[in-house]
């Protein structure tokens, strides 16, 4: 089905591939770092030396600073090879903003390992040509100038791997520089073919290179897509006539897939599904006793019925969930298990394997807690007693999903348990499939939240829910897409089942609107909790998650009839879904540019990627200007660096708002009026360039 | 002399240092990077893996990133090896602000390689106390708390390297928790000798630690001290009666050492003393003929008379040089001379080693050019012809005037030459003498000068003479300190032969205090041009250098006649080094904050240290306070984070201007007037703390 082609990946591309040649490299020389033309801070980067990442599809900046002395001109190649083995190259251009810092942008297609390093050399026909274009101009050295064109032009024309057209063109340019002839000589200096020639296959005098540096390339789905979490047990799940709640089940919940796909997600993410424990079972709004009916908190894990590796009864059989996997498939959506590793005190685990906890002086088994709180519905695993039994249980377990063809992991709190489990559990699994995602649910500390990016999770939560000031945004964003994104992807998650911030609380339909509309289209991942569109927005008083958490009990819920009653931000989702699959700028991470506004609640930024990169031959550009206030109407001036898409600053393109149909002429600066209550936001493509 | 003690190493300091114990180390897991508690971005760190450098007596804040999954405790510490194999261990705090980082402040002694590792560990005594203070408090778990801290008090008491005093403490806190009581819990959990005992030598569980890094301690001339740079021609030169000029020589030169000296300056820097080149020799300002009797640019290095290791017979012969340096020492001046790797026609290399040099097609050497501008009293060097042989003159020239007791070398445009060759000579110098000094005269793209800083130059002149207005100021020494530290260190030069600013030509006198006053408080190398003092500031038209230039002329100044008639900056910059002499916080690179005003031209900083770095067991502070416009009288108010120096916000304390010796009582938020006229800066010291 169409929908996929958002998934798909692109062709390897890069505006600036050239053909494949040697590296001229000087010996270096006995005792010194640096090569004959330094090659500093080569990125990607990621901080202790771990793998860099990218995922299939993505246009990956490369960049490397270089120079040399004096003024003679270098050129710098990058040198990637693909995980087959296959080399190409790909001439680099400074970035010309004073930092020596040269920049090719590649799509990487295919999945698996790469390697990348940085090539500098003297670029012998460059240091003359611009000198003696200068020289001619001024009718000086004329002679001299000839005599080094001609004999550098000559030993290129002599190149056994230049094309024959090439030599001859060459051979040519040369013979013209044989008398002195200052016309000449600025014709040849400045000659397009010429200089074309020498382009793609320079000739290289001293040259010096990095040392081979990795790249991991993950398919897809680890940096792209539209997540939707929901309980299975909701979805279905009836009131009987005593006001107990019969649960749903996955044969229920799978009838709620065509709805989810419908809107145009891409994953479907289940909270655990696994039997729940019943001694200190946790009651409606976290009281701490159940009434009879409740159904527990599905991150109590395991009962009588079993643990990690098991299916809560009331959901179904291994077979039923077997089914649902593949009725989420046939609707094109990747269905995502929760990976929260503890357990509940009816947990196998704890009579089979009582060294995995803590076990107290009094006999007991610690209940995890944050003193003097206690959480006496779980037990945490403590990983220094037996390591090698634990890691080879979580191993096993997540194995056993792979086995059901789940490939997609959310993973409660990584940061309660060692680093060193994460890399790995998460390098024995990839060992074993690459294409597993795992998705950190951390929202600590940015040191914490970093490093559990940098050892192997696909992808994490992020500081997304609470950043929605401007100023914020601008910091968030700008850090997510330039700072952090050679190993950090995060999904932004409007809600989770955890979170509901005050920004959502207070701020009416319009906040959920704006939070969609930013989350959509800054980040190529970002997900929904169920209930979104429903603007579910009553907190328990006090707390930053939802009144009557559907941790502790069942939602019942009717989507259509919402939708029907035009209460539903489902409509809104489905557009936003659409529009980032016809948009190619918008499944990419590291295309975003914060602009400028008068306004202090008016946000700015595009999405801009190049022709070679969008498979139409068409650039793709978005410009997304919102609103943040929820609660007001804000009219300001927008200011565009148009550059970034190829506009010079003063002239005029047509932009189309993707939600409503208008249609403006802009330029660099530009009028706007957004109302948080009717239109609180632009998602603008630009249309037509001059 | 007392003014000597600017110079002299502070011993080994850490106010945070602890018995020596081994580490505890979790045995890493294979194929895993991260150890069981993660320590990630260990700095001092360098760019490419150069080593990390420091000065004698500088206070280096060591910093790593720690953390660990959960609630439990962690301890870190740094493991210092000194150059004879020593090693001392100091316990880290975390700087609290969220960012997960640790940190201790050493002063390192010891010139040579350092090498430092951290350790981070489980902290079993902290982690129990903080949870048993709490339920002591609320009354739950008493049994089993006691319990846990009895047998963890019993082990720490029997661990054997603990002294006998410490043991028996221990043993009977272990005690006091055999049975079962809250009060006693929440006593031996709060007990202020236990914990001491215990912050000491703690109880280490699970831990991990890096690899050991290499830091290179450099004599304290690498990084303190105030220069002064003269022509040594010009110093005694005297009107002929046909209005020539006789030179100066070394002996007369030598009469001006006692004044540069009484000033306080630490280095005298002598520009190029080799015979220069006649063919195509400068004239003044920069003409292309001389006149007869004009002296040529000592760059232009190189006649019959010798190259770099030779001496301009007009200036004397070798004894009379060496009589120069033993008559520096004597005032407590060292010598630095000029490396300009360069040659005038008249070379001897250039008949001797032709191949150091690129011969054109015609058969003549290629003069040093920016086309179409063409340097012809200047060969440039070659590097790539023969690099051996260049490599080992160059080092025979360096080691030539280390022979003559010269160990700093200021170096000519080092961009200009290989980097690795930079590399290269500095390693070879320092491994026959370590105490030898390159400053790099590099005002060049910022990627470069870092390098150069990076591979091996112990000092670069950076671009203090462009940073002038506050906000510049603000963020180029908060760069210098705290961004580049660790391998790169500013000589603040106020102005050089070369440079003479904008803001030195039209701000006036106050322009040429307020600078002065900055460099010599900011950063602990500064130096200044001969010239400074005379308010020397018109430019030949267009230019960003002094009119009727020394480097083509000689210049003749009565520098008492000046001073007597009060128009000389001698007394200033006199009471500049006084004030640098007697405080140690000025003499660190590190230790500078930047505080703010309400004024765009007002900027202030604070140089804070520590009383257990001061040498006389009392903190040394000073808040500089400078009015950056030289045109004008601001008032406004400055806002102090004054717990930098130990005082709470809101606290009074006595502050005395070292200018003018006024005194104020000072709290966080200050009235100043600053009338760039009169006073445009103030230098405060906090003279009394609360």
Redesign the interface.
């Given at each position: 089905m169409a929908a996929r082609t958002a998934l798909e990946p692109a062709a390897l591309r890069s505006p600036a591939r050239i053909p494949l040649r040697p590296a001229a490299e000087?010996p270096p020389?006995h005792?010194?770092?640096?090569?004959?033309i330094?090659l500093?801070?080569p990125t990607p980067h990621v901080?202790?030396?771990?793998s860099a990442k990218a995922f299939a599809g993505e246009v990956v900046p490369f960049r490397v600073?270089s120079?040399?002395?004096?003024?003679d001109r270098i050129g710098v190649h990058l040198r990637l090879t693909d995980p087959a083995g296959n080399d190409t190259l790909h001439r680099m251009a400074p970035l010309g903003d004073?930092?020596?810092?040269w920049q090719v942008e590649v799509a990487l297609d295919a999945t698996g390992t790469w390697t990348y390093r940085y090539e500098a050399y003297a670029d012998e026909f460059a240091t003359w040509a611009?000198?003696a274009a200068?020289?001619a101009?001024?009718g000086?050295d004329i002679?001299?100038m000839c005599?080094?064109g001609a004999?550098l032009l000559a030993a290129a024309a002599a190149e056994k791997d230049r094309p024959a057209p090439e030599r001859t063109l060459l051979k040519a340019a040369a013979k013209r520089l044989k008398k002195p002839d200052a016309v000449q000589l600025g014709a040849v200096a400045t000659d397009a073919a010429v200089t074309a020639a020498l382009h793609d296959r320079p000739v290289q005098?001293?040259g010096s290179r990095t040392a081979a540096l990795s790249l991991t390339v993950e398919r897809a789905t680890a940096g792209v897509g539209a997540w939707y979490e929901f309980f299975p047990r909701s979805e279905g799940a009836a009131q009987r006539k005593d006001g107990t709640v019969k649960s749903g089940t996955f044969r229920t919940a799978a009838k709620r897939l065509p709805g989810v796909a419908g809107m145009g997600f891409d994953v479907i993410y289940l909270v655990p599904v696994h039997p729940i424990g019943s001694t200190n079972r946790k009651g409606r709004n976290n009281t701490l006793t159940a009434e009879p009916g409740d159904p527990g908190s599905p991150y109590a894990i395991g009962a009588a019925e079993g643990g990690h590796d098991a299916i809560h009864p009331d959901l179904g059989t291994e077979k039923d969930f077997l089914a649902f996997v593949r009725a989420a498939q046939k609707e094109g959506l990747e269905v995502a298990l929760d990976l929260a590793l503890q357990a509940s005190p009816d947990h196998p685990w704890v009579t089979e394997h009582p060294e995995w906890f803590t076990t107290?002086?009094?006999g007991t088994i610690a209940y995890a807690e944050?003193?003097?709180k206690?959480y006496q519905d779980i037990y945490?695993l403590n990983f220094?007693n037996d390591?090698d039994g634990i890691y080879a249980e979580m191993l096993r377990v997540v194995m056993h999903w792979v086995g059901f063809g789940v490939r997609i992991f959310r993973v409660d709190n990584p940061?309660?348990?060692?680093?060193?489990f994460w890399?790995?559990l998460i390098?024995e699994v990839n060992a074993q499939d690459p294409g597993v995602i795992f998705l950190a649910e951390a929202f600590t500390?940015?040191?914490?939240m970093r490093?559990l990016a940098a050892?192997g999770f696909q992808q994490s939560y992020s500081y997304f829910t609470w950043r929605n000031t401007k100023a914020e945004l601008e910091e968030f964003l700008t850090t997510i897409a330039h700072e952090t994104s050679d190993y950090m992807r995060p999904n932004l998650f409007v809600n989770t089942h955890d979170i509901l911030t005050e920004y959502l609380q207070f701020g009416g339909r319009a906040a959920y609107r704006i939070r969609a509309c930013i989350a959509a289209t800054a980040a190529p991942v970002y997900g929904v909790y169920a209930g979104y569109e429903l603007v579910e927005n009553v907190a328990r008083p006090g707390s930053e998650e939802n009144i009557d958490n559907e941790k502790y009990e069942y939602k019942l819920r009717d989507w259509d009839a919402a939708e029907e009653r035009g209460e539903s931000l489902a409509p809104l989702l489905r557009r936003l879904n659409e529009i980032r699959r016809a948009h190619p700028a918008l499944r990419q991470l590291r295309n975003l540019s914060v602009h400028w506004s008068d306004d202090d609640a008016v946000l700015v930024y595009s999405k801009h990627l190049d022709a070679a990169f969008t498979g139409t031959g068409r650039p793709d550009t978005l410009i997304i200007v919102a609103n943040v206030d929820p609660h007001s109407v804000r009219e300001t001036t927008v200011h565009l660096d148009t550059r970034i898409w190829g506009v010079e600053p003063g002239d005029e393109f047509l932009v189309e708002d993707l939600l409503t149909g208008a249609e403006w002429t802009w330029r660099d600066h530009n009028y706007v009026r957004l109302d948080a209550f009717a239109e609180p936001v632009h998602i603008l493509r630009v249309k037509e360039r001059p």
């Open positions: 000087t020389r005792g010194v770092r640096v090569g004959r330094p500093f801070e901080p202790q030396g771990y600073v120079f040399r002395e004096g003024h004073g930092t020596d810092r611009s000198s200068v020289k101009e001024a000086v002679a001299v005599a080094l004999e005098g001293v107290l002086p009094d944050n003193p003097p206690k945490p220094d390591p940061h309660t348990k060692p680093l060193q890399e790995w390098a500390r940015p040191a914490v490093a050892v």
